[in-house]
């Protein structure tokens, strides 16, 4: 980068941080809770919400293939999707696809570009995102919000950053009715969560958490349309 093109960069307070949700709670599927990844992160709005009308274009979707097919409204109008969702599409077989904007402190202070691209460190392409799933029980429903926690460039930092999120300074493992971590991602024997699943709790109350670190690449290879032809990695 150019010293000129350097002077242009500026440090945004916030982030924006595109995902995509797929629930399948209507479908014939082992998935139980709805899929949440982050696919990109911009520091201005209007460069996220452009990023978030390509999404479902870039998986191999085109609106014809969706029974419903939505976009938020740019003033006014009526929204039942969700605040952050600018995008939402039902599939035939009963899928939903939410694609939404989630607001953050940018806490790293990462530099951006006048387009509200992000300048990241040479080598690097994508960040880590420690994602915050919460479960809670109303008579035989279950509710589920995801929430992001931070973004991160370090992979190892991400995972650090995973560990912690549900320990704060007056919370423990001890005030858990159950806690259980493990050091590293990938599969593994007698560990149910999913190979995102750094930690999985269980509060007094009963309500469940799981905290996972997710990088863009993996919703790409996960959920479009043409599994078996070369993705975006």
Same mark, same amino acid.
């Given at each position: 980068?150019?010293?000129? &093109?350097? !002077?242009?960069?500026? *440090? /945004?307070?916030?982030?924006?941080?595109? @995902?995509?949700?797929?629930? #399948? %709670?209507?479908?014939?599927?082992?998935?139980?809770? /709805?899929?949440? @990844?982050?696919?990109?992160?911009?520091?201005?709005?209007? !460069?996220?919400?452009?990023?978030?009308?390509?999404? +479902? /274009? #870039?998986?191999?979707?085109?609106?014809?293939?969706? =029974?419903? @097919?939505?976009?938020?409204?740019?003033?006014?109008? &009526?929204?039942?999707? $969700? =605040? $952050?969702?600018?995008?939402?599409?039902?599939?035939?077989? $009963?899928?939903?696809?939410?694609?939404?904007?989630?607001?953050?402190?940018?806490?790293?202070?990462?530099?951006?570009?006048?387009?509200?691209? +992000?300048?990241?460190?040479?080598?690097?392409?994508?960040?880590?995102? *420690?994602?915050?799933?919460?479960?809670?029980?109303?008579?035989?429903?279950?509710?589920?919000?995801?929430?992001?926690?931070?973004?991160?460039?370090?992979?190892?930092?991400?995972?650090? $950053?995973?560990? !912690?999120?549900?320990?704060?300074?007056?919370?423990?493992?001890?005030?858990?009715?159950?806690? #259980?971590?493990?050091? =590293? +991602?990938?599969?593994? =024997?007698?560990?149910?969560?999913? &190979?995102? *699943?750094?930690? %999985?709790?269980?509060?007094?109350?009963?309500?469940?958490?799981? *905290?996972?670190?997710? !990088?863009? /690449?993996?919703? @790409? +290879?996960?959920?479009?349309?043409?599994?078996?032809?070369?993705?975006?990695?």
């Amino acid at each position: 980068m150019s010293a000129q &093109e350097k !002077s242009q960069t500026f *440090v /945004p307070e916030f982030l924006y941080h595109t @995902y995509l949700k797929v629930d #399948e %709670h209507g479908v014939e599927t082992k998935e139980v809770l /709805p899929r949440f @990844y982050v696919l990109a992160t911009h520091a201005t709005v209007e !460069s996220a919400k452009s990023f978030a009308a390509t999404v +479902l /274009p #870039e998986l191999g979707y085109e609106e014809t293939d969706f =029974d419903i @097919y939505e976009k938020r409204p740019k003033v006014g109008g &009526e929204w039942k999707h $969700g =605040d $952050g969702v600018v995008v939402y599409a039902k599939a035939p077989a $009963g899928q939903e696809f939410f694609v939404g904007i989630d607001t953050k402190l940018n806490s790293g202070d990462l530099p951006a570009e006048p387009d509200g691209s +992000l300048v990241l460190p040479q080598g690097v392409d994508h960040l880590h995102y *420690v994602l915050q799933t919460n479960i809670e029980y109303r008579g035989d429903d279950q509710v589920a919000t995801t929430e992001i926690q931070g973004s991160y460039v370090k992979r190892a930092v991400a995972l650090e $950053g995973a560990k !912690s999120c549900l320990l704060y300074t007056d919370i423990t493992e001890g005030d858990f009715a159950e806690y #259980e971590a493990r050091d =590293d +991602l990938g599969e593994r =024997d007698n560990w149910p969560y999913g &190979e995102d *699943v750094l930690v %999985h709790a269980v509060a007094n109350s009963g309500a469940n958490y799981l *905290v996972s670190v997710k !990088s863009p /690449p993996s919703a @790409y +290879l996960r959920h479009s349309k043409h599994k078996g032809e070369s993705q975006k990695t």
